[in-house]
């Protein structure tokens, strides 16, 4: 069948005035979605390359995932200790690494292109070396032993303030937990079309890198369908349109085709009606549902009391089998987690959810798009290069002090300038892309020691920059989607924001202290 190409509409929108939405973006992990939730075998580098030919099927940025905590209970783990307890009573305090004894040794040889160019200057005042591109991380020059460089920012106390409060975690939990549980039980009703639905539990929640406050989470409710077939949009490498291969008689999802096609915009309406009249049911709670943003694949549900927690419930469809053929060359952790991580990996199901294709200045409302955000979280739950890194009794890195850090500055940005159009477009995704982007290109544990922090995220945001003023960062599992192309963000944009991070680093990232 040849590529269906829809008359861009509008979704259905829903009456009712909505309570604006919940600003923040310090606990989101994903984007817009984007999508939150790349490369080739070996690591994705931002330098412009040449693309092949497009390919059929594939997926694209993704920001849905569950930020649902769980039930307050402590879980005992053997493994590592971020993961000894999952539910939101667990301990959120992080050990303290010892002091840096000295500068981090340099390494020898780089995999470094010489056709990639730095993502900044050389700064006339003392400070990290500049590190081009995703090299290797290299000693900080001319300072001794427990020396730091004039104006030197504390990480360590910025991390502080960004550690979630054992007691506001489990109260959000209770009363997030309960909402959810009441309508997965009502979706799951034998009157439902999404009686088959169950909770995927992904997300920076999950992920261990949420941030500042517990007042956003992302809740996923997965669907297993029979045998579908994909077929790509427009070589997009990220959307598809949706087909069963049989359809047996009585499929309730029947009511959905739009010929043999899937529409992801009508399982979206019913999906939030069901949401929409069943809040209403839920006792001693304050809690509406937002009005829909266009293009937005959730269901933003706002509670209003005792405190405002915005909650994204988002429908996905679970697809298993062989990933999309865009999507071959992506997940570049061989050399990082290894082979087999990566082939264990990809045995896993993928997703798609309501994440309609742009078409003009509209939307293709029968597309669905791809969403790897349950494996972000087996990554970052996993993500030393030695089995052992973090680990109790093991050797504690920074890796996700770093992907902390990174959130932070976007999201402290994004508050200074709210009033600018500059920055609406990026999000957490973005920073998080990067951040694999980097570990999987700098995959010894050695170098991501705790008492490296501040090189550690000075590396990031070097490869950041790059990024930006390369207009390149590649999607890590689907290496042909670019998501700082010009169809995304506009060249300004990426231009406001480069200029403000080398601004920050420049003067020992202020930013972090405002606010």
């Known amino acids: 069948m040849a590529s269906r190409r829809g008359k861009p509409t509008g979704t259905a929108s829903e009456a009712g005035a909505a309570a604006p939405r919940v600003s923040a973006a310090s606990v989101k992990g994903a984007p ?26 594939g997926s694209r940025r993704e920001k849905s995932g569950s930020d649902l905590p769980e039930k307050p209970q402590v879980r005992a783990r053997a493994a590592r200790a971020e993961d000894q307890a999952e539910g939101p009573a667990a301990r959120t305090g992080e050990v303290e690494p010892p002091a840096a004894q000295g500068p981090l040794l340099p390494r020898a040889g780089s995999r470094r292109e010489g056709t990639a160019r730095s993502a900044r200057e050389r700064r006339p005042q003392p400070g990290p070396v500049e590190v081009p591109g995703p090299g290797p991380l290299v000693p900080v020059p001319g300072l001794g032993r427990g020396e730091e460089a004039p104006g030197a920012w504390k990480p360590r106390r910025v991390l502080h303030r960004l550690r979630l409060s054992r007691q506001e975690i489990s109260a959000a939990a ?25 909770l995927l539990r992904t997300g920076s929640y999950y992920e261990r890198v949420k941030i500042s406050a517990p007042n956003e989470f992302d809740v996923m409710f997965k669907l297993e369908l029979p045998r579908i077939q994909l077929e790509e949009y427009h070589n997009s490498g990220a959307h598809y349109f949706v087909k069963f291969k049989r359809n047996p008689r009585g499929n309730p999802l029947d009511q959905f085709l739009e010929g043999e096609i899937l529409s992801a915009s009508k399982m979206l309406f019913k999906f939030r009606k069901i949401i929409k009249e069943e809040i209403k049911n839920i006792e001693d709670t304050d809690v509406i549902v937002e009005k829909k943003r266009r293009g ?220």
């Open 32 to 57: 817009p979605e984007p999508s939150e939730s790349p490369a080739g075998p070996e690591a994705a580098r931002p330098s412009a390359r040449r693309r092949g030919p497009s390919r059929a099927s």
């Open 174 to 198: 209770e009363v997030v937990n309960r909402i959810v549980d009441h309508l997965l039980r009502r979706l799951q009703s034998c009157e439902s079309e999404f009686k088959a639905v169950a």
């Open 296 to 515: 937005s694949p959730a269901v933003t549900l706002l509670i209003r009391k005792p405190k405002e927690i915005s909650v994204d419930v988002i429908l996905a469809l679970e697809a298993k089998g062989s990933w999309p053929a865009s999507t071959q060359g992506g997940l570049p952790i061989s050399n990082w987690l290894g082979a087999k991580v990566r082939n264990d990996l990809r045995r896993q199901p993928f997703y798609l959810v309501p994440k309609h294709a742009k078409e003009g200045s509209g939307f293709q409302e029968e597309t669905w798009r791809l969403s790897f955000s349950h494996i972000e979280k087996d990554i970052l739950k996993n993500h030393g290069k030695s089995k052992t890194c973090c680990e109790i009794d093991g050797v504690k890195c920074c890796r996700k002090e770093c992907l902390k850090l990174m959130k932070y500055l976007l999201e402290q940005l994004k508050k200074k300038f709210e009033n600018r159009k500059e920055l609406d477009k990026f999000c957490s995704y973005h920073v998080k892309t990067a951040f694999f982007h980097v570990c999987a290109q700098d995959p010894d544990d050695s170098h991501w020691h705790s008492k490296n922090l501040e090189l550690c995220f000075d590396h990031c945001v070097t490869y950041f920059l790059q990024c930006l003023k390369t207009e390149q960062l590649e999607h890590y599992f689907i290496p042909e989607v670019n998501l700082f192309s010009r169809d995304h963000i506009d060249k300004i944009s990426k231009e406001f924001l480069s200029k403000q991070i080398e601004c920050e680093r420049n003067n020992g990232f202020p930013v972090f202290g405002e606010f």
